[in-house]
């Protein structure tokens, strides 16, 4: 974890750059993030695609990818993982995993905690892991955009993230979905299978369904509950 003075440093940091990049685009976000903090960043994703990969090896080919690796995934997004250290052989795969395994979350809270208290599961099995592997970086880069729902509209480029404390670099946070699917489909960007088959916003399987034709894409996450975020950026 950061210290308190080198905290105060990077809090006023990202209060200057959220104003500077305001209007910055992905490259310039990118290049800002690599040139102040080098190997002191890992990008996060959550292996539904490599574009933000794509975009930050354009920059950094030897960065860290940080991937949640919650024990409840598709094996569709374990496998799209491990193509994309595949084709991105330089990266270096961080996989956060939980204190506990599925089987030991079973034991400590009963079965299938995440169909009785859904945010007590994403607690456990992705906040947590999270902020424990982003106290080894002061800043982490997300693939958030503002059209992915209400509650990320007003996403800066750069921002401070109180919660885990560290800076946090959103490159693509001012993406239309047509900029994004362009930017796929024109440079051949590795996807996970499972949007082809109707899976628009990929979580882990017990929480996540296929979305309706023409539906909000992330209304298939904890589909039939008020819950809308699992906690990593809001």
Excluded at 32 to 57: C, H, K, P, Y
Excluded at 176 to 197: A, K, M, S, W
């Amino acid at each position: 974890m950061t210290t308190s003075a080198s905290r105060d440093a990077l809090t006023a940091l990202a209060a200057e750059a959220s104003e500077s990049l305001a209007e910055a685009d992905a490259g310039e976000a990118l290049r800002w993030a690599v040139e102040r903090f080098g190997d002191d960043l890992v990008v996060a994703s959550n292996m539904q695609d490599a574009v933000l990969i794509d975009l930050a090896t354009k920059v950094k080919p030897d960065i860290d990818v940080l991937f949640l690796d919650t024990g409840y995934h598709f094996a569709e997004t374990i496998g799209t993982r491990d193509a994309v250290a595949t084709v991105y052989p330089d990266i270096r795969i961080v996989n956060a995993r939980p204190e506990l395994t599925v089987a030991e979350q079973d034991t400590e809270y009963g079965p299938e905690l995440h169909d009785r208290d859904p945010n007590r599961c994403c607690h456990l099995r992705k906040v947590v892991p999270l902020r424990r592997t982003l106290a080894r970086y002061s800043c982490w880069i997300t693939g958030v955009r503002r059209v992915d729902a209400p509650t990320r509209a007003d996403t800066p480029v750069v921002m401070w993230d109180d919660r885990n404390g560290l800076v946090k670099v959103n490159p693509i946070a001012a993406w239309t979905d047509e900029q994004f699917d362009d930017y796929l489909q024109r440079h051949g960007i590795l996807q996970n299978p499972l949007v082809g088959e109707g899976y628009l916003s990929i979580g882990c399987a017990p929480c996540t369904a296929k979305v309706a034709p023409g539906a909000d894409p992330r209304s298939g996450r904890w589909a039939g509950t008020s819950k809308t975020e699992c906690g990593l950026h809001a």
